[in-house]
């Protein structure tokens, strides 16, 4: 989130419990902020975690996980993030005036079942005043979320949702083959909404020129007056692991996992996690 001149970065860290491997940790989110976009300093504190609140059933002790934040035209900022507990993953929303002090609100979606994972939650944005904000379309806010499946959910106020179908599904053959994850928020443009997601690919259907298992980036685009109609989407990622830190770490088959993205300074900063084990950033200038 750019505010103040500033990129503040919302990011998840684990504890050192459990086993080295996915899953074995309780999972925090942390606050950085950073003048130039790249170089960041931390505070010592995580500013949302499981905690003895009324969140505690749906939080403990797998934590809160991947985090995805958008600025209302209020001025209040919406984060939506992973609420995990033993097998379960939801999605829920927490609000905050100056992204340290949160609070948090539930779950976002309701009606799925136990081992349904409603997670991964992209709202449509716009350049607004310079920065990334959330914007209406007919009315209402959109947000594409989803792990296997893409779905589309409308709200009138940023906090209260309603879900509607599958839009978007994997692909046999392609890096996409086993799911489709929400990526950073989408981006309302000329063109369409731009959707950036990530794709897991699949060892025995997918892209047989990629590694079984690996995790990339894609970008869909949807129709500006229909934001659940695909009108156009990559066959091959854009974005995938290619540096050391992106290739080792808790996921060993290979990560880099979209999730943050800032227009700052006229330019665009993509934020990702690389392996599970640590945080990248890839810029784009597009006067180039």
């Not at 996915?22 to 606050?31: E, F, N, Q, V």
């Not at 959910?153 to 906090?159: K, M, N, Q, R, Y």
């Not at 909404?193 to 699949?202: A, D, H, P, R, T």
């Not at 079984?212 to 995938?240: M, S, V």
């Amino acid at each position: 989130m750019v505010k103040d001149a500033k990129v503040y970065l919302l990011y998840r860290a684990e504890d050192t419990s459990g086993q080295m491997k996915i899953g074995g940790h309780t999972s925090r989110i942390g606050l950085a902020e950073s003048e130039d976009g790249i170089h960041f300093t931390t505070l010592p504190a995580p500013v949302l975690y499981p905690d003895r609140d009324q969140q505690e059933r749906r939080e403990w002790d797998g934590g809160c996980e991947d985090p995805r934040i958008v600025e209302g035209n209020d001025g209040e900022y919406v984060l939506t993030y992973t609420q995990k507990a033993y097998l379960r993953s939801r999605l829920a929303i927490a609000t905050s005036k100056d992204l340290v002090s949160w609070k948090k609100l539930g779950q976002v979606l309701h009606g799925f079942g136990y081992f349904w994972y409603t997670k991964s939650a992209s709202i449509v944005c716009a350049i607004l005043d310079g920065r990334l904000q959330a914007v209406k379309i007919h009315g209402k806010y959109w947000m594409y979320w989803g792990v296997r499946a893409l779905q589309v959910a409308t709200s009138e106020d940023l906090i209260h949702w309603e879900t509607g179908r599958p839009i978007i599904r994997p692909r046999q053959g392609y890096f996409d083959s086993i799911l489709n994850e929400a990526g950073p928020p989408a981006v309302l443009t000329d063109e369409g909404i731009v959707l950036i997601y990530n794709g897991k690919n699949s060892p025995k259907t997918g892209d047989s020129t990629l590694a079984p298992n690996l995790y990339t980036g894609g970008q869909l685009l949807f129709d500006a007056d229909d934001p659940a109609k695909c009108i156009g989407r990559l066959d091959h990622p854009f974005f995938q692991p290619e540096l050391p830190f992106e290739k080792s770490g808790q996921y060993f088959a290979g990560t880099t996992f979209l999730e943050g993205l800032v227009f700052f300074r006229q330019k665009w900063f993509l934020y990702y996690g690389c392996a599970d084990s640590v945080v990248g950033v890839a810029i784009w200038d597009p006067s180039f």
